[in-house]
């Protein structure tokens, strides 16, 4: 087994399946392989394990790579970049498969099996009724290499088997459990590369990894099982072993079992999404999905939560991953996306939340957001709540619903008066802003005999038409004296009426 140094430079992989959108469990393998790759000045690579045709779905690439950008996981080889060892993408790689196939069998490591799927399924029911574990039975292992080679040149259908070693036992290492020894009777003669020429995983990944010069294999832990066949896979070729470090599961929110596709489709229902791209869509920022996911599975110290993806880089640390499941918890990732949106920049923030004002129909500029950011920034989940929060300073009129106009405890008469008053007093200051609206506001709640809650949550409701808003005379200021008086005035009519 050769030890990695940290400090030398990591080739790691990312190597899904494009088989559907890519989700939290994906997206933070790719994290942490990003992560070792950056912290030792390494290479990221991406490489596209299509092989097989039956669970392809052709948007699932597209999506994957639109993820990893979203999430500022850049590759440094793969497609779209290329690099020293494309193709990329395990379809473009067959005739390596089978190469290396090949070269096993006559290195007596691989054989050539014609069994028939009749007579597996028959082998297969045998061995049930004796309560063993279902294996391959052995028929084509012992053949003659000559007479199998003389039936696969005269046409005779055929997959190649790997020739697992049968005696004794092997030790493997896995960076996060530590050794597991497997006695070797248990392990099968799996299928490298089936009739159709399509190689499978076990072989298409190692001799890629190997190829690639992969030194860190980061996968999940559903690969554990594998991994003393792929231990010998590694050694049948005289290949030294890569590190392995096996992720641990993510489990339902609840903490009962994994997410099956129904959990899946249901969380979607209700509002809440293990995919990348839906997270994207309700708003929630790629540096919080990082940080969330970062800490589902490793933790720096019991105090620190707040990671930027630099920090992340630089305090990263294998050793500190855990194996044990983690539940998704999405009340944290909205604590995450709060901390995150907080510590954004006014301008970023504004910029970021052009394309939320847009979906709910406002045409705003940052130049326009400027302003306003400042008193939703904190009070924002999500960015998509900002519309519903702000939208009131972009609408030429508000329409408040009238009983929303009454104040708690007030007749019509009582509330109308209110609002005369307030327009009175708008009217009458010198300068309209936060400062010059408060005390005389406070003043005229008093007088009026009403609570500051009472008075101001007309005066909200009127101004914005909202039942939650950013602060009143911030939002006064912003909107301005006359549309503030136009709408409070509105309000009366609507009272009086
Ligand atoms: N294509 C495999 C999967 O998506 C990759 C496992 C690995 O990283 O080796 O499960």
Redesign the pocket.
Known sequence: MTKTHPSQPARV?????P?GLTHLG?AR?ALYNFLIAQQTGGSFILRI?DTDQKRYDPNAEADLTNSLKWLGLDWDEGPGVAGPHAPYHQSQRMGIYRQHAEDLVSAGKAFYCFCTPQQLEQDRKQQQERKEQPHYAGRCRELPLAEARARVAAGETHVIRFKAPKEGSITVVDRLRGEITVENRNIDDRVLLKSDGHAL?HLA?MVD?HLMGITH????E??LPSLPLHAHIYEAFGWPQPEWVHLSVFLKPSGKGKMSKRDTEQMRLSGQSIFVKDLAAMGYLPEAVLNWIALMGWSYDDRTEFFALADLVEKFDIDKLNPSPSAIDFKKLDHFNGLHIRALSVEDLATRLLPYFAAAGYQVSVEQLLPIVPLIQTRMTTLDEAPELAGFFFKEEVSAQADTLIGQGLDVAQSAAAMRRAIEIIQGLAEFNTASLEEPMRAAAEELGLKAGQFFGMLRNAVTAQQVSPPLFESMELVGRETVLTRLRAAVEKLES
């Open positions: 992989r990312f190597a899904p399946s088989t994906s393998t394990e995983y990944a990894d294999v980061f996968r999940g559903e690969w």
